[in-house]
């Protein structure tokens, strides 16, 4: 992967290989790599189904094109995991009557269901990882995982 400069200086090898072992940590301790958590509501699902199934949950109004687009995913890539997901009644295809053309991806009532699992044991992750650190450390903590996530 290439490096991208810093506004704020080079990032060392031993800073990004402390974050990258912290990372791979709090995964294991937290149990947040889908594939280790049996019995957690995504334990069947494939890796990469559990993004896909809460990004579709959202508002917007969704198409394989614009999924592909927005996660920078092939096309195919995209289709596949929505095949899976169909045959499993999570997901279901509709094309829009004003276009024929354009088909509108939108969860099934059990995917919805099986989202609200999702995202309640994501907020009780997150719940059990803020326990661990005072107030300032639990915004601080915040703050910089949403600056990082700003695209």
Known sequence: MKKSPSP???????????????????????????????????????????????MISGPETWSVRKIAQSLGTPISTISSALDRLEQRGLIRRERLPGDRRMVHIGLTQVGNRLVAKIRAN???????????????????LIRLVTLLAER
């Open 8 to 54: 704020r200086g080079p990032v060392s090898d031993q800073q990004a290989t402390s974050l990258d072992v912290g990372i791979a940590a709090l995964l294991l301790r937290f149990k947040l790599e889908p594939s280790i958590v049996a019995g957690s509501p995504y334990a069947d699902l494939h890796v990469n189904d559990v993004g896909l199934l809460v």
């Open 122 to 140: 994501q907020v009780e992750t997150c719940r059990l990882m803020l326990t661990r650190l005072n107030g300032p450390d639990r915004e601080a």
